[in-house]
């Protein structure tokens, strides 16, 4: 079964680490980057949206790809890329962005405000 740790941040900047198993873990099994979940998967009330990830291997996903597969990509900016000079273009190794078996880490956006677990 698909097995993921679900990094969360809210709109004040505070975020939180969850690892989600086995039927939680399916629900997520097929989405893209962008598309929303239920946020009860994580305990919260709400939804979150997809906004990144990475696989296994540490490669991260980028919205302009297509599919789940890995992708040897010619970059000139953008998601992947640290650095590079007008005119210079990288090929890197990408994720498409479909969230798979393959995915270890998804990053999503919570609208609301995260709740600290301390009392």
């Known amino acids: 079964m698909a097995s993921f740790k679900i990094t969360v941040s809210d709109t004040q ?33 709400g939804m979150i949206r997809i906004t990144g990830g990475s696989d296994k291997s540490g490669i991260p ?20 890329l640290q650095k590079a000079e007008s005119g210079q273009r990288f090929r890197k190794m990408m994720r498409g962005n479909t969230v798979s078996e393959e995915i270890y880490q998804i990053n999503c956006r919570f609208d609301g405000i995260i709740e600290s677990d301390k009392t």
């Open 13 to 45: 900047g505070k975020s939180m680490s969850r690892e989600v198993k086995d039927s939680d873990a399916g629900q997520l099994l097929g989405l893209q980057l962008g598309d929303e979940a239920d946020a009860s998967i994580i305990g919260l009330n």
């Open 61 to 80: 996903m980028r919205r302009d790809i297509h599919g789940a597969a890995r992708k040897a990509v010619l970059l000139t900016k953008g998601v992947g």
